[in-house]
């Protein structure tokens, strides 16, 4: 059974610094992975997706990574900003499970001014 | 356009009540989604349509009966609910429903606060 998790579950870092959110995954069947984040009584925001077949993505100060052989994705975040505190989540489309979405639990980031 | 469109945003209601949370999505997505969110809890899946055809319910209770009447509209109808259903409730769509599962994003709306009262 998949299982999909993050460290570390809180994060606080000064403004400026770039920083890397880590997500592993136990089983490499997996479609897709995905970056999301949340803010605090709001939805769900989709940063990055990664195919399976990919090795990264990027979207202005966001990197993400994926290693299906280890089992990893790692989400980069450049020069933070106070803007970017929220929870961010990965969730694994994975190919034994009907095409469902497998959670990690989070990682809460606060960006400090 | 990526937007997921939810109404409405809180809704309170009574245990004998019946009530619906509705969500739209004009990006011409062929899956949708019902999620419920608990506090500091990951999203678990309720329901999956594709193609407007119901192809996952993930054994919820029959107070909660989804209802996709086009490709574009989604909804949830809520009756005799319990304190313990409230919960943050998202709606998603994705483009390719289970055809393309590799490229798929799944985008979220801004969510419906139910609270059970």
């Known amino acids: 059974k998949q299982e999909v998790t993050q460290i570390p579950a809180a994060l606080s870092v000064p403004e400026g610094e770039n920083l890397v959110l880590n997500c592993s995954f136990t089983?490499?069947?997996?479609?897709?992975l995905q970056w999301f984040r949340q803010d605090p009584g709001k939805g769900l925001t989709s940063l990055l997706l990664i195919q399976s077949s990919q090795r990264e993505q990027t979207s202005g100060r966001l990197n993400a990574s994926l290693d299906k052989s280890s089992g990893r994705s790692t989400l980069y975040i450049a020069a933070s900003q106070p803007g970017d505190s929220a929870t961010y989540l990965c969730?694994?489309?994975?190919?034994?499970?009907?095409?469902?979405?497998?959670w990690g639990a989070g990682t809460k980031l606060i960006i400090k001014p | 356009d990526t937007e997921v469109t939810q109404t409405p945003k809180h809704l309170v209601m009574g245990m004998t009540n019946k009530k619906s949370l509705k969500c739209e999505q004009h990006?011409?997505?062929?899956?949708m989604y019902w999620y419920k969110q608990k506090a500091k809890k990951p999203p678990e899946l309720m329901f999956v349509?594709?193609?407007?055809?119901?192809?996952i319910n993930e054994s919820v209770p029959s107070r909660f009966s989804p209802e996709c009447p086009n490709s574009s509209l989604l909804n949830l109808h809520l009756h005799a609910l319990q304190p313990e259903d409230s919960a943050l409730y998202l709606c998603?769509?994705?483009?390719?429903?289970?055809?393309?599962?590799?490229?798929?994003?799944?985008?979220f709306g801004e969510g419906s606060w139910l609270t059970v009262v």
């Open positions: 349509y594709s193609y407007e055809k119901l192809s």
């Open positions: 990006m011409g997505h062929r899956a």
């Open positions: 998603a769509s994705s483009q390719g429903g289970f055809s393309s599962p590799s490229g798929n994003t799944i985008y």
């Open positions: 969730a694994v489309m994975d190919m034994d499970s009907n095409y469902q979405l497998i």
């Open positions: 089983d490499s069947a997996i479609y897709n």
